[in-house]
Structure formats: C-alpha cells, structure tokens
C-alpha cells in the first residue's frame, strides 16, 4: 500500500472527520444520551475533534506544497 495519502483522501477524510464532529455535538446537545453514557459520549467526542485537528494540520502542510488545493476554509465552506 502507498504510504503517502492521496490530496482525495485527506479531502474526504477531513470532511468527514468534520461531519463527524458535528453530528457528535449535535447528538450531546439532544436529549436522546442516557445519562449513563454521557461520558464516554463526550470522550467520543473529544477523540473526533482531536483527529480532525490533527487532519487539519495535515491539510494545511499538504497546502502549502500543492497550491491548487483549496485553503482549508475553502474546503470546510464548499458544497461537495
């Protein structure tokens, strides 16, 4: 296996790490998490958005290399 991640790779990986995120949040903020499993929900939570920083922090890298991708604003705004 290649050991360098494709540009389409870390795209879709970041964007889903994103939507990830945010379902994440949205599932804590509802009424729907046993009390019980609140913690370990928030430790999800946690672990997803340190896994998109870190995506994120990849992504600007891989930038700063290949001037046609678009800027992680751009990416995190765009309708795919």
Do not use: G, H, W
Not at 4 to 10: G, T
Not at 17 to 24: G, R, Y
Request: hydrophobic letters at 35%; proline letters at 2%.
């Amino acid at each position: 296996m290649n050991e360098k991640i494709s540009n389409n790779a870390m795209i879709y990986a970041t964007l889903a790490l994103n939507s990830e995120v945010d379902l994440q949040r949205e599932y804590l903020e509802s009424d729907d998490v046993p009390e019980d499993e609140r913690e370990n929900e928030e430790d999800i939570l946690a672990d997803l958005e340190q896994a998109f920083m870190e995506f994120v922090d990849l992504y600007k890298n891989r930038c700063k290399a290949d001037k046609e991708l678009p800027s992680i604003d751009e990416l995190l705004n765009s309708q795919l």
